[in-house]
């Protein structure tokens, strides 16, 4: 079975516990997600499972894509993301197949990946965290500016910044993942997934739900106790 689905980020709440402890969470709509290709070492050589998400309306999607979906017997889906898969495992799945949050109800750890919030063009202070120049008497009206960036020129003498100098530029907008987040609860009736901490992206953003795959010591004791 896939250990991991499609879905949105809902926003961010809290859940409080039997005892009365609050817990941030991050609420995710996990899924329902179709089978749209399986993929086999025989076939395609590596194994993986590609899964469907969202209804879109036909005119809104491409030929390719809606051959695509409709070989799998799957109505017109707007994301596609690729999962890979054990050998043995792939043998369980069917295209076609509908998958909910209940692939997670035995993973206690799952890794959360988005695309973050962006910002624009911003300057070095708030892009990279820069304290930015002196505002002591007598220096020059340019305090936040990055300083000098000749010592991080080209070796070869041409006057060129050297690849990675951090300047001024588009801040965000990349993809990021949030490691080891704990699953608290599990809504099936709305495909709902609670897990604890920030999730990358706004509300309403794409997100991946994986199982995790780096635990600490402390989690991977956990999971293996429940």
Same mark, same amino acid.
């Given at each position: 079975?896939?250990?991991?689905?499609?879905?949105?980020?809902?926003?961010?709440?809290?859940?409080?516990?039997?005892?009365?402890?609050?817990?941030?969470?991050?609420?995710?709509?996990?899924?329902?997600?179709?089978?749209?290709?399986?993929?086999?070492?025989?076939?395609?050589?590596?194994?993986?499972?590609?899964? /469907? *998400?969202?209804?879109?309306?036909?005119?809104?999607?491409?030929?390719?894509?809606?051959?695509?979906?409709?070989? /799998?017997?799957?109505?017109?889906?707007? *994301?596609? #993301?690729?999962?890979?898969? /054990?050998?043995?495992?792939?043998?369980?799945?069917?295209?076609?197949?509908?998958?909910?949050?209940?692939?997670?109800?035995?993973?206690?750890?799952?890794?959360?990946?988005?695309?973050?919030?962006?910002?624009?063009?911003?300057?070095?202070?708030?892009?990279?965290?820069?304290?930015?120049?002196? /505002?002591?008497?007598?220096?020059?009206?340019?305090?936040?500016?990055?300083?000098?960036?000749?010592?991080?020129?080209?070796? #070869?003498?041409?006057?060129?910044?050297?690849?990675?100098?951090?300047?001024?530029?588009?801040?965000?907008?990349?993809?990021?993942?949030?490691?080891?987040?704990?699953?608290?609860?599990?809504?099936?009736?709305?495909?709902?997934?609670?897990?604890?901490?920030?999730?990358?992206?706004?509300?309403?953003?794409?997100?991946?739900?994986?199982?995790?795959?780096?635990?600490?010591?402390?989690?991977?004791?956990?999971?293996?106790?429940?």
């Amino acid at each position: 079975m896939s250990s991991g689905l499609i879905g949105r980020k809902v926003g961010m709440t809290r859940f409080y516990q039997e005892s009365g402890k609050s817990i941030p969470v991050t609420v995710i709509q996990a899924g329902p997600c179709f089978v749209s290709q399986v993929k086999t070492a025989e076939s395609d050589g590596y194994s993986a499972v590609q899964l /469907a *998400f969202e209804d879109v309306k036909a005119r809104n999607s491409t030929v390719p894509k809606i051959g695509h979906d409709a070989k /799998a017997g799957v109505s017109p889906k707007r *994301f596609h #993301r690729e999962f890979r898969l /054990a050998d043995d495992e792939v043998s369980e799945i069917q295209p076609g197949q509908q998958l909910t949050v209940d692939v997670f109800e035995q993973i206690k750890y799952v890794d959360v990946t988005g695309t973050t919030k962006g910002h624009g063009f911003t300057g070095t202070m708030k892009r990279y965290g820069f304290k930015g120049m002196t /505002a002591s008497h007598g220096v020059e009206r340019k305090h936040r500016s990055p300083g000098s960036i000749c010592g991080r020129s080209s070796n #070869r003498g041409t006057g060129k910044p050297k690849k990675g100098i951090r300047m001024s530029g588009q801040s965000g907008n990349v993809t990021s993942t949030a490691r080891s987040l704990e699953v608290v609860a599990q809504d099936k009736d709305k495909n709902l997934l609670l897990v604890k901490g920030a999730v990358p992206g706004p509300n309403k953003g794409l997100v991946v739900i994986r199982k995790a795959i780096r635990l600490s010591k402390s989690k991977a004791k956990q999971a293996k106790a429940s």
